[in-house]
């Protein structure tokens, strides 16, 4: 074998070598190659991604402004439908509105072959009648523009001078119907302060005279006849020196009216044209009737009578052949009437144990604080009790009453009528005639002694043709005979119950009160005693029968566990009970007090062995 020289060797490395190396760089340029051409397919594909994405971007924007624009067309034409559906039920509402207004209208409108309204308004408007231009502008202040049903039949009729007999329920607008034709007959004679008194207006109550009065002024604001109020209570003195300066229209309670004719020097009556008195049944209901007839019997024959009168009472009819001296013109609104009541009055009546009266009546206030409401009682003794009793435990009531001071009387009332809401505990003092405004709820505590009665205390709601009220009478069981009464005068109630559990229990407090606490025990002693004397002197003794009261149930309601002893004439008429509990005049009401012996051993009768009924000592 030959022999390798070691250069030859090295030649050979050194050609191994450059192959190795030439190799190496083929490599690397045949994988440069293919990394350039990897980058080249790379960018194209990207740039192909690129463009494709634009191409999509733009095709999505299209898509997208399509699709809104479609969203907007879409919501102009539901808004276009909405408008045009709201368009035709506006159209549809105002339609139903108008046809809504033309039948009432058409019901407001519609009027007798007389030409008298059968609603609450006639079609006559004050605009149209001939009266002055000062008396159209004093209406027109005043609000006031079409006639009510009393006012179209009563107004012309008086005009022309006629003696005039009206009937009216309340709230029918009476006051202005005398009203009206009495100023027009001293402005038209053109009657001065120095002829004296020529109309005189009396009215039971002090505060239906001063309610008679605001209206007075209302209608004379721009006459320069004089005006003047005369009431029991008020100063008299002040009252004097008016009438001697000359009184033209003088509005007055019969008994002050009365003393200032006897009495005062200097006022003149003698040329009186025209007596108007209001409220007629009411003035003798509660004791004027000898006041009366002293009265007409004063005044000067030669003049214009007007009297109205919500019944027809026997005394009633003896007023009026007493003072009407010539054939009368008579008008009423009763007979058209399907029911005695206002038509936007809401009545019912709940029946309630005789020892939970006051607990529901409590409950009833607090839960109906922001209402306006009217509570009437049988007693002035029961509107001072309760009314101390509520005030204590954080109940704020008003009250009004015949025996508190004229000063608080007028106070408490005015704050009544122009308050939004509250409790005032009344008498019937303010049953008749009275507007109060807005009242909500009328509660009759204590029932009423006859079905007309209830019809004028519910009158203060639901007052005017668009009046709105309610009305509440609470009954113990024995007592619903009541009802048959008030639907033979066309008065129509529904039963309201309360759940025994919703009625507060506070019966141990007020009874731990009333115990504790002298003055109010003493209050509720006389308040339990003129509640069982006006139980007593019912009218309707067949339903309101003091033989058959639970008295230890109707002690109760008073705060006394047991019943307090007290004297009880069951001998007095029920219009004695209430004229001595109700009426103005103090002398009066001591004279109704007097000489009236009872047996205290025996003041029910006769009993049978197997009576166990607990009787008044």
């Known amino acids: 074998m030959a022999a390798t020289t070691p250069t030859a060797a090295k030649s050979g490395k050194k050609k191994r070598s450059v192959k190795k190396a030439a190799g190496a760089d083929t490599d690397k340029k045949r994988k440069a190659k293919v990394l350039a051409e990897e980058d080249a397919d790379q960018a194209k594909a990207q740039a192909q991604v690129q463009v494709q994405e634009e191409e999509e971007e733009t095709l999505v924007g299209a898509d997208a402004e399509t699709s809104e624009t479609e969203e907007v067309d879409a919501a102009e034409e539901s808004a276009a439908k909405s408008t045009s559906a709201k368009k035709k039920k506006k159209s549809k509402d105002k339609k139903a509105d108008d046809d809504q207004e033309q039948e009432e209208d058409k019901e407001e409108y519609e009027v007798d072959a007389d030409g008298s309204k059968k609603g609450f308004f006639s079609t ?31 107004i012309p009729a008086l005009l022309q001078g006629s003696d005039l007999i009206g009937a009216a329920k309340t709230g029918s607008g009476k006051t202005l119907a005398f009203l009206v034709p009495a100023v027009e007959l001293l402005a038209r004679v053109s009657f001065k302060a120095r002829n004296g008194t020529g109309v005189v207006v009396i009215t039971p109550t002090r505060e239906l005279a001063l309610q008679i009065y605001g209206v007075v002024l209302e209608v004379c604001k721009h006459h320069s006849q004089t005006t003047g109020i005369v009431i029991g209570g008020a100063n008299r003195r002040t009252e004097a020196d008016r009438l001697q300066t000359g009184v033209n229209l003088l509005v007055s309670t019969p008994g002050r009216l009365l003393d200032h004719l006897r009495n005062t020097k200097g006022f003149v009556y003698k040329n009186l044209l025209s007596l108007i008195i209001d409220e007629a049944d009411r003035i003798l209901q509660i004791g004027f009737e000898e006041d009366m007839k002293q009265i007409i019997k004063l005044l000067p024959q030669e003049r214009q009578t007007v009297l109205f009168s919500a019944t027809q009472t026997k005394n009633v009819q003896d007023l009026v052949r007493l003072a009407v001296k010539r054939k009368p013109v008579f008008v009423s609104v009763h007979d058209e009437e399907k029911e005695s009541t206002a038509a936007g009055l809401e009545q019912g009546y709940v029946v309630c144990p005789s020892e939970k009266r006051f607990l529901l009546l409590y409950t009833f206030l607090r839960k109906n604080r922001k209402k306006k409401i009217m509570v009437f009682f049988s007693s002035c003794n029961s509107v001072k009790f309760h009314s101390e009793l509520l005030n204590f435990v954080d109940l704020p009531v008003k009250d009004i009453h015949g025996r508190q001071k004229q000063q608080k009387r007028t106070t408490t009332f005015f704050e009544f009528c122009n308050a939004t809401s509250g409790t005032l505990l009344c008498t019937d003092v303010a049953a008749r005639g009275l507007d109060i405004p807005n009242v909500d709820w009328i509660i009759q505590f204590d029932p009423p002694d006859d079905p007309k009665e209830y019809i004028h205390r519910v009158g203060r709601a639901a007052r005017g043709a668009t009046g709105r009220g309610k009305a509440l009478l609470f009954l113990i069981p024995s007592e619903l005979k009541f009802l048959q009464y008030l639907r033979r005068v066309k008065v129509t109630v529904n039963e309201y119950e309360f759940p025994a559990k919703k009625v507060a229990n506070v019966q141990s407090q007020m009874e731990d009160l009333v115990q504790t606490n002298y003055y109010l025990n003493r209050s509720g002693r006389d308040a339990y005693r003129s509640y069982l004397m006006a139980y007593a002197s019912h009218a309707h003794k067949d339903i309101f029968d003091i033989h058959n009261l639970d008295l230890q149930a109707a002690a109760k309601a008073f705060g006394f566990s047991v019943p307090p002893s007290v004297n009880l004439n069951i001998k007095t008429t029920g219009r004695k009970a209430r004229s001595r509990d109700q009426t103005d005049d103090p002398m009066k009401r001591r004279k109704l007090q007097s000489g009236h012996a009872f047996s205290a051993n025996n003041p029910y009768g006769k009993r049978a062995s197997n009576d166990k009924r607990q009787f008044v000592k």
């Open 124 to 154: 006559t408007k004050f605009a149209d009648l001939e009266l002055s231009e000062k008396t159209q502008k004093g209406l027109s202040e005043g609000g006031f523009e079409r006639l009510t049903q009393i006012q179209h039949k009563a």
